[in-house]
């Protein structure tokens, strides 16, 4: 017997990413195997590798500073309430992960002297720098008067604001929260992975033997979420269930994974306790798959470990191979198409995965494009910092 | 005590005030002079002076580190100390971090923005680029007291403590933690100094050697509190509230809503906190006075709200250091936007 109350649902996902505006472009991109990686060079001159952009992005607001990653945030965010007409959104909540957030709009002249840097324009785009104006520009946006906050905890942000807003909703904060991530392409990150080789100057291959790094994306994800009997009361059209999440910590070093996975294994099987999932229940992982050398190996080795008692192999993509890796905005994004692969019973391949990691507990998804009904799947996260986050979504309630 | 709620059980800060375990002085402090980098006359704000944390924590190893991850790493020990926790008799699996931030990491942001000026983007520094990222700070605290429960930084216009208190006791209630360490803090540099003064936010007391006024805008701070929330049960070395309910939100009608989270409570106490800004402070003192009538009011002191967003606790443990007594307490705080943040506690 389930608790409605307790019971939390999606139905609502805004997107925009390099394929452009809503759910609907990212999914036949995703079906038709396109890739957007793009030359780095051709956006930002000087800059060597690949990357994945939004050209699509609505013009900015007259009077108002928004940072890039605020105005893609805003367009998701629009995008996912679309279906809403009608039903008052002011008391609803919002949890936006970003990274990036306004350092979009931040340059290196700020260093030589900020007075006069502010003075000569960049007083407004300095207003645009603090993370949580991501989650108060959604607000702004759609007037949204609720409890909002925005998570900063590098690539596994996006995933962490769905199980905070999921809490939040347990605990009747609000009736609705909004949640999702929003990072935008710019100078500071692309330097900064640069700096750390962790760029792969070609598309990246994500889980292959010879993969070499990682390629920068940028775009937006929101998904609605709600208790089903809030659900239900508004005869809302329920597009997945989020029937487990979990975070933990690796506590093991500042920027490289645990090497044996431990604590990504942790969060797994803590996501499927909550769900009360066994194993042999998920058909499709939505995995975290950078392309780094060290991330793959020990989410490998997680998946082993968390998975060892199925009775085949699990299926596993990283649908980074598709638009890079869009930091805050990876985890949302990526748990947009997790439910999108439900809703299709498509379980999108890596592209490029010719010399795949060996494994025996991993089918690895490469090639075709396979279709089985999948009543339940999950979308993992990892970042910088030793952060983990794993969501596992249902097609229907028990 | 009802104990199925969240208790605070320790507390560690590094504030103005000096590292300290517990509570503090709490005596009124006048801001220092700033002198870390060129200013065109005077200039003031409630600093941290400089201090070497394995002092205070030993063993402690923070030379890579920047202020704010060091001042969680010696914040997040002393409140651990406060509480008296042997993390060896823990399960640290369960053990959630928390940490709220306004600015982030924006002391390795700027430096890393200088390696850009002067070596140009291909020549920035992969040291400190990871550093730069807002959950630096908390991934340090996990990894200095191997902790592996959820680690979530957090960041919340006006209210960053507050919804980090409100969100790590939602944990421990739904049974995602066993125990949480909630931080909150942010550094100062002069590219945020310099941008509070050009948007004319600050006090007249930063330009001036004269004693603060009430006067408008507010003396920018620095710090990092931390405090140690588990649920009710374990005999603690000491116990400063329990957090019986609250709520934040951006909007809307914040005096039915902060009726409703009352309910039939006597206060005893209300605790302004806020961001310090001139009309939230009025606003602030109103909706107090409307809302619990005549209780003692604890008003929002300057060094707290200083700190903008990450204020919170800073509020909280100057008003647990400074009470006249135990009683039911609403932390009261709003934004100059129509926020507001309200947590409902008992202090013991």
């Given at each position: 017997m389930i608790d409605a109350k307790k019971t939390i649902?999606?139905?609502?996902?805004?997107?925009?990413?390099?394929?452009?505006?809503?759910?609907?472009?990212?999914?036949?991109?995703?079906?038709?195997?396109?890739?957007?990686?793009?030359?780095?060079?051709?956006?930002?001159?000087?800059?060597e590798g690949t990357v994945a952009a939004v050209s699509v992005l609505p013009p900015p607001v007259e009077g108002h500073h928004y940072s890039r990653s605020d105005r893609l945030a805003m367009a998701a965010a629009r995008d996912a309430v679309e279906d809403l007409s009608g039903f008052d959104l002011r008391e609803s909540g919002i949890v936006m992960a970003s990274t990036v957030a306004g350092l979009t709009e931040i340059d290196p002249e700020i260093t030589k002297g900020p007075a006069a840097?502010?003075?000569?324009?960049?007083?407004?785009?300095?207003?645009?720098?603090?993370?949580?104006?991501?989650a108060a520009s959604v607000g702004e946006h759609l007037g949204i008067l609720g409890p909002a906050?925005?998570?900063?905890?590098?690539?596994?942000?996006?995933?962490?604001?769905?199980?905070?807003?999921?809490?939040?909703?347990?605990?009747?904060?609000?009736?609705?929260?909004?949640?999702?991530?929003?990072?935008?392409?710019?100078?500071?990150?692309?330097?900064?992975?640069?700096?750390?080789?962790?760029?792969?100057?070609?598309?990246?291959?994500?889980?292959?033997?010879?993969?070499?790094?990682?390629?920068?994306?940028?775009?937006?994800?929101?998904?609605?979420?709600?208790?089903?009997?809030?659900?239900?009361?508004?005869?809302?059209?329920?597009?997945?269930?989020?029937?487990?999440?979990?975070?933990?910590?690796?506590?093991?070093?500042?920027?490289?994974?645990?090497?044996?996975?431990?604590?990504?294994?942790?969060?797994?099987?803590?996501?499927?306790?909550?769900?009360?999932?066994?194993?042999?229940?998920?058909?499709?992982?939505?995995?975290?798959?950078?392309?780094?050398?060290?991330?793959?190996?020990?989410?490998?080795?997680?998946?082993?470990?968390?998975?060892?008692?199925?009775?085949?192999?699990?299926?596993?993509?990283?649908?980074?191979?598709?638009?890079?890796?869009?930091?805050?905005?990876?985890?949302?994004?990526?748990?947009?198409?997790?439910?999108?692969?439900?809703?299709?019973?498509?379980?999108?391949?890596?592209?490029?995965?010719?010399?795949?990691?060996?494994?025996s507990k991993v089918d690895w998804l490469r090639g075709e494009l396979r279709r089985e009904p999948l009543p339940v799947a999950m979308s993992v996260s990892a970042g910088f910092g030793g952060s983990n986050a794993a969501l596992v979504f249902g097609s229907h309630c028990l | 005590m009802n104990t199925t709620l969240p208790v605070l059980t320790g507390i560690g800060s590094v504030t103005p005030y000096g590292p300290q375990a517990g509570l503090i002085s709490a005596e009124p402090l006048e801001p220092s002079v700033i002198t870390a980098w060129p200013t065109p006359g005077l200039r003031r704000a409630f600093l941290v002076e400089p201090f070497r944390p394995a002092s205070i924590v030993p063993g402690l190893k923070t030379r890579r580190l920047d202020r704010l991850s060091a001042w969680a790493l010696v914040a997040s020990s002393l409140a651990l100390r406060d509480a008296g926790i042997d993390l060896s008799q823990m399960d640290r699996s369960r053990i959630a971090v928390f940490f709220a931030t306004g600015f982030g990491c924006v002391e390795l942001t700027e430096a890393f923005y200088q390696s850009a000026a002067t070596n140009g983007w291909a020549g920035t520094d992969p040291i400190t680029f990871p550093e730069t990222l807002s959950n630096a700070p908390a991934s340090h605290v996990a990894l200095f007291h191997d902790l592996r429960g959820p680690n979530v930084t957090v960041s919340s216009k006006s209210f960053a403590a507050e919804s980090a208190l409100l969100q790590a006791a939602s944990l421990l209630r739904h049974g995602q933690a066993d125990m949480a360490i909630v931080l909150a803090g942010d550094t100062l540099t002069q590219a945020v100094y310099e941008w509070y003064e050009a948007a004319h936010r600050l006090s007249p007391a930063c330009f001036c050697n004269e004693p603060m006024s009430a006067a408008g805008g507010f003396i920018p701070g620095e710090g990092v509190v931390a405090m140690v929330l588990e649920p009710a049960g374990r005999p603690a070395a000491s116990h400063y509230a329990v957090l019986s309910a609250g709520r934040w939100a951006t909007g809307g009608d914040a005096q039915a809503s902060i009726r409703e989270l009352l309910g039939d409570a006597h206060l005893d106490f209300t605790i302004c906190s806020?961001?310090?800004?001139?009309?939230?402070?009025?606003?602030?003192?109103?909706?107090?006075?409307?809302?619990?009538?005549?209780?003692?009011?604890?008003?929002?002191?300057?060094?707290?709200?200083g700190m903008g967003e990450a204020g919170g606790l800073l509020h909280l443990l100057l008003a647990l250091s400074k009470r006249p007594g135990h009683g039911e307490a609403l932390l009261l705080g709003t934004s100059a936007h129509g926020g507001y943040a309200a947590l409902r506690l008992e202090l013991s």
């Open positions: 649902v999606v139905t609502g996902i805004g997107v925009i990413s390099p394929y452009g505006i809503g759910l609907s472009s990212l999914r036949d991109g995703m079906l038709r195997g396109e890739c957007c990686l793009r030359q780095a060079s051709e956006l930002y001159p000087g800059f840097w502010y003075r000569h324009g960049g007083l407004s785009r300095a207003a645009s720098y603090q993370v949580s104006r991501v906050c925005a998570v900063s905890v590098a690539c596994a942000s996006g995933a962490m604001a769905i199980a905070l807003a999921a809490n939040m909703l347990l605990d009747e904060a609000a009736p609705m929260v909004l949640a999702g991530g929003s990072d935008a392409l710019c100078p500071f990150t692309l330097s900064g992975f640069n700096s750390l080789q962790a760029l792969d100057q070609e598309p990246c291959r994500p889980f292959s033997q010879d993969r070499k790094g990682l390629n920068l994306g940028e775009g937006a994800a929101v998904l609605v979420l709600e208790t089903l009997a809030h659900a239900q009361q508004r005869d809302a059209r329920i597009l997945a269930v989020l029937r487990g999440w979990a975070m933990t910590n690796d506590a093991s070093h500042p920027t490289a994974p645990q090497k044996d996975g431990m604590g990504l294994a942790a969060c797994i099987e803590r996501a499927l306790e909550m769900a009360a999932c066994s194993v042999d229940e998920v058909g499709y992982v939505n995995a975290h798959g950078t392309g780094t050398p060290l991330n793959d190996i020990a989410e490998t080795h997680a998946y082993e470990s968390a998975f060892h008692g199925r009775s085949r192999p699990v299926p596993v993509s990283s649908t980074k191979s598709y638009f890079g890796h869009c930091l805050g905005a990876a985890g949302a994004l990526e748990a947009a198409i997790t439910i999108t692969a439900m809703q299709e019973g498509a379980l999108f391949p890596t592209l490029r995965l010719n010399n795949p990691i060996e494994s | 806020g961001n310090g800004a001139p009309c939230a402070t009025t606003s602030l003192t109103g909706s107090g006075h409307n809302l619990v009538g005549e209780t003692a009011i604890i008003p929002a002191l300057p060094v707290a709200a």
